[in-house]
């Protein structure tokens, strides 16, 4: 079997198994789309937000949940479950790559975000916003944020004992991503923001935040805050970040793929 068959296999297996299970499907479906929508009704209502500043909270809080509870959390399941019932030891033992059997894991999440975010990118036009100035760092945000929820997802799966421990040992990478939204960043001290700003989640909702409004939560935010910017504007201030997330990414797959565990017993 070449390693195209092989992966395709898995990953039609993997989604087999996702679809069989109620809690994460509720979870892909509801809470991702539910809640962007929500805060775009909410932030548009306020007299002192746009549309396109709407559209934007709306992006920013979709990929919170669609990270978190469609890629993260799905991975983490699965991993800590195969394992468990001793699927990831017998798999290793045959043709498959570990890279094919960790990316099969990886496969129902990241086709639902990112179909999930073409739909809400879709919804937020349609009921009025702006599209995107700049697309590109939208895309990068989202693929690179898989990727990075992907190996994080490992790496706590190493750490966790069952699957219903995976609901303690997810909240570190929960309480990361929460407090790097652009909205709770503002409440701590500049010496702190300066350095939750350079976290991987903060790089992807910012990046988020340039590819819809030109310009993110901070500037919105601040008196005298720096116009939006256009296309090439926004390009020209995002490759850094999306250069620094590229290296997040690599990291992160890297550390899942070194500290996931194959066996109960390892």
């Not at 990929?63 to 983490?76: D, G, H, R």
């Amino acid at each position: 079997m070449t390693t195209a068959t092989r992966t395709t296999s898995l990953a039609r297996a993997e989604t087999l198994q996702f679809a069989r299970n109620r809690t994460l499907l509720i979870n892909a479906a509801v809470f991702p789309l539910g809640f962007g929508l929500v805060m775009f009704f909410v932030t548009r209502a306020t007299d002192d937000a746009s549309t396109t500043d709407a559209a934007a909270m709306a992006l920013e809080y979709f990929l919170v949940f669609a990270l978190m509870f469609v890629q993260f959390y799905t991975v983490l399941s699965m991993a800590t479950t195969r394992r468990d019932e001793g699927v990831m030891k017998r798999l290793r033992t045959g043709e498959a790559r570990d890279a094919e059997i960790l990316g099969a894991f990886s496969f129902p999440g990241a086709v639902l975000t990112v179909l999930f975010t073409v739909v809400m990118a879709v919804a937020l036009v349609v009921l009025g916003a702006p599209g995107p100035v700049n697309v590109l760092p939208i895309i990068v945000a989202v693929l690179l944020g898989l990727a990075v929820c992907t190996g994080l997802a490992l790496v706590t799966s190493g750490m966790t004992k069952n699957a219903e421990a995976a609901q303690i040992t997810s909240l570190p990478v929960m309480i990361l991503m929460f407090t790097s939204m652009g909205s709770i960043r503002q409440m701590f001290p500049d010496t702190v923001n300066s350095i939750i700003e350079r976290t991987p989640f903060a790089l992807i909702f910012d990046l988020s935040q340039y590819g819809w409004a030109g310009n993110t939560m901070t500037d919105r935010i601040a008196e005298d805050g720096p116009a939006p910017l256009d296309f090439t504007g926004v390009l020209s201030e995002t490759w850094p970040m999306m250069a620094m997330l590229a290296a997040w990414a690599v990291i992160c797959l890297w550390a899942g793929a070194k500290y996931v565990k194959w066996d109960v017993r390892s």
